[in-house]
């Protein structure tokens, strides 16, 4: 399929990309491979687009104990999984990177671009003759919902990968935008509306990711539902960080979040009162599972599985993500 | 709006006169008569226009064209030397690997990035670094069969 008429253009900097999205109408690209294909479907007709990636110096990932990670907004998934630091210290970031999409969509998309992933539904990701059937949605810039009837917003689903292990591991974003820069916790990152995902000005960028250190005793891991091992977005997704403390492993903290459970990774609140200072066992985890499986809301609006064995899917993964956080935080 | 385009391929030097919107698939195919890499779903999931960008496998129908200046790009084209194919496409014959022929020169761009970065993979490695690339004759097993031996010498 051919995309529609845009003008290209590079910037060479941050701050230059910065003023050309803020002459209107313009959207950022690095990888491109959300922004592609959502041109090629009409659903988004920029006047053009800036090629971020030819910005030199931003595809850096850093660890040190000081400062923790560090990732450059140009670093690219695959980056993320073939950084030593990276593989020792956050093996929910290797695995959430690993899963998203393919190897191919791996080496191209970025870990930022990643986490500013659009909302997807499978109303609006379709060709403009598919959608011509239908009035269009609130997300395609109509006044009303195909998932939810009667709704008076967009409940299109937030299905990036890495995003929940990042939010688990107490991640920060920095914003850079031409009226100066801002640093905010990622999950001011997300509105929460299908229609308008990402919290950011239409001059706004993620120039850095940043993590804090790994703590002493602590673990995380990442898990997806999904129909195919490769390729596909997930249909629910958990990433859950942990720390033990003590020589039984008694748990001294957890944190849970969920993607493609809402329109917006989201984390479940109050995961770590039911299991504080219990040694970490399945048994022990089930008012986290149960918590997680209350959190999330999935819609009939991804193919691949129903609403309500999704929502029960929930429980499933927290645990087998817990596991993988556990293997890691016990380890050493 | 066209514009000049200058674009590295298979060591090549090419400069054409191309619109600011076309992917790089389409440049390769209809501008510069490349037209090894295929276009299957157009949409980053099916692989068939995997081509190498600086050595990674990247997907052609999802790469502006003009985001590709600069950069070493390898087509199914630049395989072979002197007319003998690559060990993989080698292989692949001999293995019967191909059937439509379609996906092939997809999963032999995804097997040749792989094997020039690890060049004795596991067949685990070997399906992962396929597993962006969808075949549907052959049911793969000759696939991951011919790499094997490709990256053994055989």
Known sequence: MKLPRIDYLEAKTLPEACALLAQGDVLACAGGTDLVPSMKHRVKAPRAVVNLKAIGGLDYITYSEKDGLRIGALATLRDLQNNKSVQQKYPALVQSAAMVGTIQLQNMGTVAGNLCLDTRCYYYNQSSFWRSA???????????????????????????????????????????????ERVIALKQLYSGDGQKPIALAADELVAEIQVPARAAGSGSGYTKLRIRKAIDFPLMGAAVWMQLEGKAGVVKDIRVALTAADSAPIEVPGAAKSIQGKPYSEENLAEVMEASYKKARPVDCVIGGSPPYRKKMARVFVKRAANLAYQQAQAK | ???????????????????????????????????????????????????????????????????????????????????????????????????????????????????????????????????????????????????IAASEGK
């Open chain 2, 1 to 147: 709006m066209k514009r000049a385009l200058k674009l590295t391929v298979n060591d090549e030097d090419y400069e054409v006169l191309a619109d600011t919107h076309r992917t790089l698939l389409e440049v390769l195919r209809d501008s510069l008569g490349l037209t090894g890499s295929k276009e299957g779903c157009g949409f980053g999931a099916c692989g068939a226009c995997t081509v190498l960008l600086d050595g990674k496998a990247n997907l052609a129908c999802l790469t502006l064209a003009f985001s590709a200046q600069g950069k070493q790009i390898t087509t199914i084209e630049g395989l072979a030397v002197n007319g003998k194919l690559h060990p993989i496409q080698d292989a692949a014959v001999r293995y019967g690997a191909i059937q439509c022929g379609f996906c092939t020169p997809g999963w032999i761009m995804s097997a040749k990035a792989l094997l020039d970065e690890k060049p004795k993979p596991t067949e685990l490695e070997v399906k992962t670094a396929i597993s962006g690339n969808l075949c549907r004759c052959t049911g793969y097993v000759k696939i991951i069969e011919s790499i």
């Open chain 1, 134 to 180: 239908r009035p269009a949605c609130y997300k395609a810039g109509g006044e009303v919902c195909h998932v939810v009837k009667r709704s008076d917003h967009c409940w299109a689903c937030y299905s990036g990968d890495t995003a929940p292990a990042f939010m688990v591991l107490g991640a920060k974003v920095k914003v850079v935008g031409s009226k100066g």
